[in-house]
């Protein structure tokens, strides 16, 4: 079990930009994916980004391409979700989340979940 720590969540206007970052406690297994979530009030849990490690290929669902940037560090330490041109369709609470197994992708099949950093856009 690894412990996941997403922060840089808060509140802001339209067109504004947040950056998110997830920071674990420590690695057993070095993980395959990494990637950010999110769940908006009465809505389904759905897939943001994600990050594949070995060749840091990227997916994004459709409404975030061009906006948000998925990046992580060499160390595998920080993942980070640049989020710029925020909609109020984009409030939610954002999580982060592993898995040791390929493929990558944005379905909720991973094994390792942070408790969630709070994301929200006024128009």
């Known amino acids: 079990q690894v412990d996941l720590v997403e922060s840089g969540g808060g509140s802001v206007q339209a067109g504004g930009s947040l950056r998110l970052t997830c920071a674990h406690s420590r690695w057993k297994v070095r993980p395959a994916c990494m990637g950010w979530f999110r769940q908006a009030p009465g809505k389904e849990r759905e897939g943001v980004a994600s990050?594949?490690?070995?060749?840091?290929?990227?997916s994004y669902t459709d409404s975030v391409k061009g906006r948000f940037t998925i990046s992580v560090d060499d160390g595998l330490t920080t993942l980070a979700l640049q989020m710029d041109s925020l909609e109020p369709e984009d409030t939610a609470m954002y999580y982060c989340?592993?898995?040791?197994?390929?493929?990558?992708?944005?379905?909720?099949?991973?094994?390792?979940w942070g408790q969630g950093t709070q994301v929200s856009v006024s128009s």
């Open positions: 989340a592993t898995k040791e197994w390929f493929p990558c992708g944005l379905d909720l099949q991973y094994d390792n």
């Open positions: 990050i594949s490690i070995g060749g840091l290929s990227t």
